[in-house]
């Protein structure tokens, strides 16, 4: 069902003309690699982020998100196509997504959006800079521009509609591909249709459902050149590796926090020009005046351990790996959005049911989450279906590393965990239980209670709902034995 857009309080466009029956845009804005801790709104010293600090205070935040598979592939092939890895066949990096499988775009282009993807795609089985992924692979995004994998922010080439021989960015990555995603929104909003859609008849442009996909704070751990001169002003200058504040989980071993110290510093200036390109784009989004009808949805594909527990970049159950930013918000405000935090569980399967119920276009069967649009509010919501939303959510997240990794200062094991709406996290290696974290009163893991008796019935009942994730989503994974005998 279409929503009402009122784009001014009066309830008249800024023109004058009547109000019109339309359904809201979505951007989503996909950062690589950015964990969730790294904010001036969640405490984090080391970093500025203005512009995304006010993103967050102006909408819902996700405190309690996760990366369901905390790598770039899993993630990402859960996220487009609404299964969880085990069940689309992207279980590992690089992976591929089976071109015959629908992915987000395809409900929104049934409801009449306009869909585009720019930036970093990493579903067409390659690590090469310089892959090229085919029109058919492109997950039915109506426009494409991107490429399959970089991690070299000064040299990004990228390929796509009107453009399949590969092009050269110029600039650092962020800031130019953030230039063409304005570029695009600038183009598709300044055209008028009269075709009946979900806009209504004559409504002005086709709504749009876009992404852009950046691959910083991804190592290597390089900030913008340019942008970390003049542009940011005296007051940023760059945070110098001996002046990063460590977390209190970070080993005091003189080679991990000089490695810690080095790369966060790097990392913070990422995060920084990440923020500053943020801000650009909300303010382009004011310009063409579509801020106020639509959805910002921000977040990533995982975290970075940064030395948290001598743990280096992604696929480890520690909070520093799994836990994401995601916030939603109307940047132009809307007099029935939700602001503040909310504690649900949003996985990277909830993000596709909850991006559309944003729209009020129900997610189609074969997509596996759980839409947690009732938490952000919007237009023509109905509060007792709203209410009873809330009262179904799940209460808790199931969370996978499915093959054995081998990469260097990572978990060199398979494993599954689940996290708790009530702060609990239980982590299990093939025939082995292994963490079990109170993170309400120890947020940096540092005492592993798996192995205490005095907290054996919150194993076990963490246990109960990690095998009952495990059957629900048809995974094969072997758990331990954990009864207690005398």
């Known amino acids: 069902m279409a929503t009402q857009y009122n784009s001014s309080p009066d309830g008249s466009s800024p023109s004058g003309a009547p109000t019109i029956d339309r359904r809201?845009?979505?951007?989503?804005?996909?950062?690589?690699?950015?964990?969730?801790?790294?904010?001036?709104?969640?405490?984090?010293?080391?970093?500025?982020?203005?512009?995304?600090?006010?993103?967050?205070?102006?909408?819902?935040?996700?405190?309690?998100?996760?990366?369901?598979?905390?790598?770039?592939?899993?993630?990402?092939?859960?996220?487009?196509?609404?299964?969880?890895?085990?069940?689309?066949?992207?279980?590992?990096?690089?992976?591929?997504?089976?071109?015959?499988?629908?992915?987000?775009?395809?409900?929104?282009?049934?409801?009449?959006y306009h869909t585009a993807w720019i930036g970093k795609w990493h579903l067409d089985g390659s690590n090469s800079s310089r892959h090229y992924v085919p029109p058919e692979r492109r997950g039915g995004f109506d426009y494409w521009l991107g490429y399959e994998n970089n991690n070299a922010q000064e040299e990004c080439f990228v390929y796509g509609t009107g453009c399949e021989s590969a092009e050269r960015l110029d600039g650092y990555e962020t800031d130019a591909l953030t230039d063409r995603f304005m570029a695009h929104l600038h183009e598709h909003t300044s055209r008028r249709t009269d075709v009946e859609s979900a806009a209504g008849p004559g409504s002005g442009y086709q709504p749009f459902f876009a992404v852009l996909?950046?691959?910083?704070?991804?190592?290597?751990?390089?900030?913008?050149?340019?942008?970390?001169?003049?542009?940011?002003?005296?007051?940023?200058?760059?945070?110098?590796?001996?002046?990063?504040?460590?977390?209190?989980?970070?080993?005091?071993?003189?080679?991990?926090?000089?490695?810690?110290?080095?790369?966060?510093?790097?990392?913070?200036?990422?995060?920084?020009?990440?923020?500053?390109?943020?801000?650009?784009?909300?303010?382009?989004?004011?310009?063409?005046?579509?801020?106020?009808?639509?959805?910002?949805?921000?977040?990533?594909?995982?975290?970075?351990?940064?030395?948290?527990?001598?743990?280096?970049?992604?696929?480890?159950?520690?909070?520093?790996?799994?836990?994401?930013?995601?916030?939603?918000?109307?940047?132009?405000?809307?007099?029935?959005?939700?602001?503040?935090?909310?504690?649900?569980?949003?996985?990277?399967?909830?993000?596709?049911?909850?991006?559309?119920?944003?729209?009020?276009?129900?997610?189609?069967?074969?997509?596996?989450?759980?839409?947690?649009?009732?938490?952000?509010?919007?237009?023509?919501?109905?509060?007792?279906?709203d209410s009873a939303a809330r009262r179904a959510e799940p209460d808790s997240a199931y969370l996978q590393q499915i093959p054995r990794k081998f990469h260097a200062h990572s978990v060199n094991r398979a494993w599954r965990a689940v996290v708790t709406r009530d702060g609990w996290k239980y982590v299990c290696t093939p025939g082995n239980d292994w963490l079990l974290h109170n993170l309400n009163d120890d947020p940096f893991e540092q005492a592993n209670l798996c192995y205490d008796s005095v907290f054996h019935a919150q194993k076990e009942r963490c246990h109960a709902a990690l095998a009952a994730w495990i059957e629900k989503t048809g995974d094969s994974f072997e758990l331990p034995e954990i009864t207690i005998t005398a």
């Open 24 to 112: 809201p845009n979505v951007i989503w804005i996909i950062a690589d690699q950015l964990r969730a801790q790294a904010f001036g709104y969640r405490g984090d010293p080391n970093v500025r982020t203005p512009n995304i600090d006010n993103l967050a205070r102006r909408g819902m935040r996700f405190d309690s998100a996760v990366a369901g598979a905390p790598w770039c592939c899993p993630f990402r092939g859960a996220l487009l196509s609404g299964r969880y890895p085990h069940n689309n066949g992207v279980t590992q990096t690089p992976g591929a997504l089976d071109p015959s499988l629908p992915t987000i775009a395809a409900p929104f282009r049934d409801a009449g």
């Open 213 to 385: 996909s950046v691959q910083p704070p991804h190592s290597p751990y390089v900030a913008s050149g340019s942008w970390a001169g003049a542009a940011r002003g005296p007051a940023y200058d760059p945070i110098k590796p001996t002046d990063v504040r460590l977390r209190p989980n970070v080993p005091s071993v003189p080679w991990i926090e000089e490695k810690a110290r080095l790369d966060g510093a790097g990392y913070a200036m990422m995060v920084e020009n990440l923020d500053w390109n943020v801000g650009r784009l909300l303010d382009e989004m004011r310009r063409l005046d579509v801020d106020r009808e639509t959805w910002v949805v921000f977040f990533s594909d995982h975290g970075d351990m940064l030395g948290s527990h001598g743990q280096w970049e992604k696929s480890s159950p520690w909070e520093e790996s799994i836990r994401v930013p995601f916030i939603v918000a109307r940047v132009g405000g809307h007099q029935t959005m939700k602001v503040g935090s909310t504690d649900a569980l949003m996985n990277h399967v909830d993000v596709g049911p909850t991006s559309l119920g944003l729209c009020g276009i129900a997610a189609p069967d074969w997509m596996a989450g759980y839409d947690y649009s009732a938490r952000c509010g919007g237009d023509n919501r109905d509060a007792e279906a």
